[in-house]
Nanobody, 130 residues
Framework: QVQLVESGGGLVQPGGSLRLSCVAS????????????MAWFRQSLGKEREFVAA????????LYADSVKGRFTISRDNAKSTVYLSMNSLSPDDTAVYYC???????????????????WGQGTQVTVSS
């Protein structure tokens, strides 16, 4: 079973920056971290979980939600089994629990969909407030 552990969340003022990390460990039935597409989703209080960003296994393709495009950057280090989300120009609307997810199939047209992902982390809280 693959475990995903997020870190890097916290309280930040509007306009500030944070970098989230997600480390993968364990063994899967199919493939490994270096062959998975990875993504970040988030869920605000009282709202459904929403797509934030995704990256294919080799970093060749990255996708972003319109709400974060130009402010957030997803990246990965396969040697460290880690995916990152760098977040700049944060606003209170970015306040949410951020979840890391892994997908065995790397099917780009579906990487925005929650149901595409087989493995999920427990989430890390990001609060943007003055």
């Amino acid at each position: 079973q693959v475990q995903l552990v997020e870190s890097g969340g916290g309280l930040v003022q509007p306009g500030g920056s944070l970098r989230l990390s997600c480390v993968a460990s364990g063994r899967a039935n199919y493939g490994s971290f270096s062959t998975y597409a990875m993504a970040w989703f988030r869920q605000s209080l009282g709202k459904e979980r929403e797509f934030v960003a995704a990256i294919t296994w080799n970093g060749g393709t990255s996708l972003y939600a319109d709400s974060v495009k130009g402010r957030f950057t997803i990246s990965r280090d396969n040697a460290k089994s880690t995916v990152y989300l760098s977040m700049n120009s944060l606003s209170p609307d970015d306040t949410a629990v951020y979840y890391c997810a892994a997908d065995e199939h790397n099917y780009v047209p579906e990487l925005r969909l929650e149901e595409e992902y087989e493995y999920w982390g427990q989430g890390t809280q990001v609060t943007v407030s003055s």
